[in-house]
């Protein structure tokens, strides 16, 4: 007997399967597919984006479904997923969910995931929690904030020089990624900013990633 195409997605040994067979539910995705796609999650990426793409089109119907999945899951990668799913229905259910995982979960990948999730929701709270993300230990989770304060058109506070003061902090370790953020919120005006404190920094490593910086800014429009 044939299985079908929701036992292809899940149970089919073969990954080629799955996949297909996950591309083909999500075309037109029902109801009755949300606990055959909340399974699928956890499977290869190759399988899960598509089930991500089947519950974001059945929409506002699966978001319960979805926080319940996000609440009692144990693992990183199917709470990430659920965390973005949520962010491209744009429920206003998940809102406090999202403030929450934003502000203090323990995992920071799903912890950025949120941060990026809350990027399609305007209310106020979303930008009085990235202002107060500003703080955080986490470089990463800073930067995220920062970047998410400046697609907001923040201007309260200057982006560029508190993410750049702890760039040049001598224990820094995520200057990776916090030199993409700092390209993405600096404009012409940083560039002399960056000139000055390229000249007195002693790091050859760090003036060599400031240049780059200053360049990357300085071709910006």
């Known amino acids: ?42 499977d290869s990426e190759d399988v899960s984006i598509f089930a991500m793409y089947g519950l974001v089109k059945i929409g506002s119907v699966a978001v319960p479904h979805v926080l319940e999945m996000l609440q009692n899951s144990p693992h990183t990668v199917t709470r990430a997923s659920c965390v973005e799913i949520l962010g491209e229905i744009k429920d206003p259910r998940a809102l406090p969910v999202l403030l929450r995982i934003a502000e203090r979960d323990p995992n920071p990948w799903v912890q950025s995931a949120a941060i990026q999730a809350l990027g399609g929701y305007k209310e106020p709270e979303v930008a009085d929690l990235l202002v107060r993300l500003l703080d955080h230990p986490d470089s990463w989770i800073m930067t995220l904030a920062a970047v998410h304060l400046f697609k907001r058109h923040y201007t309260e506070k200057n982006l560029f020089q508190i993410m750049m003061e702890r760039f040049i902090r001598p224990e820094e370790t995520k200057r990776g990624v916090m030199a993409w953020g700092l390209i993405e919120v600096g404009s012409q005006r940083d560039v002399p900013v960056l000139k000055q404190v390229v000249q007195g920094v ?20």
Do not use: C, G, H
């Open 1 to 42: 007997m044939a299985l079908s195409l929701e036992d292809q997605m899940l149970y089919a040994e073969d990954l080629e399967v799955r996949r297909n067979a996950a591309i083909t539910l999500s075309k037109n995705p029902t109801v009755e597919m949300i606990p055959s796609f909340l399974q699928a999650l956890s």
């Open 202 to 221: 002693q790091d050859p490593l760090v003036q060599k990633m400031l240049q780059e910086i200053q360049k990357q800014i300085a071709w910006k429009k």
